[in-house]
């Protein structure tokens, strides 16, 4: 009967937070919103739950939300700087890590389906973020393609130039494309949910990450598409509360 109790508690408090579309960030958060849903669901009884049995079962329902979003490392295809031959940073500045949050942005530029394509979309990338923008490297800690590959750019170490002010606590990855008008392919969408889990289990991201669209953060971009944007939306790990992480 115990055991029931305590999936019944699980249970409620995922399915609720899926139903609230809530992307919680803190363990405090979370101890609070499932202690919530056990009072509702047993007030009547005479045995009040512990307060280590509330913090178990936040812990459980938590995971379990958190491992939703459907991201899976084991079949990521990354492609590293020296494979798709990416030109040397004039300068690195190292992460203190983990890091607390993603920003997804759109390139705004070609669409790649191919290995040929994306690795040309790629270095007309760094060329112009270089180039004419005067950065020290590509600015995306990586690049995703409608191949299905992720490209790294400034990587899991090395602090991005993708989103102003945030670029300290936050990895930029971008999905090659105007997403505007269409999502980007499932291939490239997957392989977006698949770096972050690497992330996750690499401890180059906290758990309880949130991530973002680049017009959270700048409501003067369009980034990263309206479409994309909408989609995002809809992920179990994206912070609705707008509380970016710097």
């Not at 029931?4 to 809530?22: D, G, Y």
């Not at 979370?30 to 178990?56: K, M, R």
């Not at 379990?64 to 990416?86: N, Q, T």
């Not at 291939?187 to 698949?194: F, R, V």
Request: some cysteine; proline content about 3%; glycine content about 8%.
């Amino acid at each position: 009967m115990e055991h029931k109790r305590r999936r019944c508690l699980s249970l409620m408090a995922q399915m609720l937070i899926r139903w609230q579309n809530v992307a919680l960030s803190s363990r405090p958060s979370n101890l609070l919103y499932t202690l919530g849903v056990c009072t509702l669901i047993f007030s009547v009884e005479a045995s009040p739950l512990s307060w280590d049995e509330l913090s178990s079962v936040s812990r459980e329902a938590t995971g379990a939300y958190k491992r939703d979003f459907g991201g899976d490392c084991s079949r990521l295809s990354l492609v590293s700087r020296e494979e798709w031959e990416a030109r040397e940073p004039v300068l690195i500045t190292p992460l203190n890590l983990p890091m607390r949050g993603v920003f997804v942005h759109h390139s705004a530029m070609a669409f790649c389906e191919t290995t040929e394509e994306c690795v040309a979309e790629l270095k007309i990338i760094q060329a112009l973020h270089m180039d004419t923008n005067c950065w020290d490297d590509i600015g995306y800690s990586f690049l995703v393609g409608e191949n299905g590959k992720v490209y790294e750019g400034r990587g899991w170490d090395r602090q991005g130039a993708h989103t102003k002010y945030y670029n300290r606590a936050n990895y930029g990855i971008c999905v090659m494309g105007n997403f505007e008008e269409r999502l980007p392919n499932e291939k490239a969408l997957t392989a977006l949910k698949d770096i972050m889990d690497c992330g996750v289990k690499e401890g180059k991201l906290i758990e309880d990450f949130k991530m973002f669209g680049h017009r959270d953060a700048r409501n003067t971009t369009a980034c990263p598409g309206q479409k994309l944007y909408e989609n995002l939306q809809t992920w179990s790990i994206y912070g609705h509360d707008k509380n970016m992480p710097k």
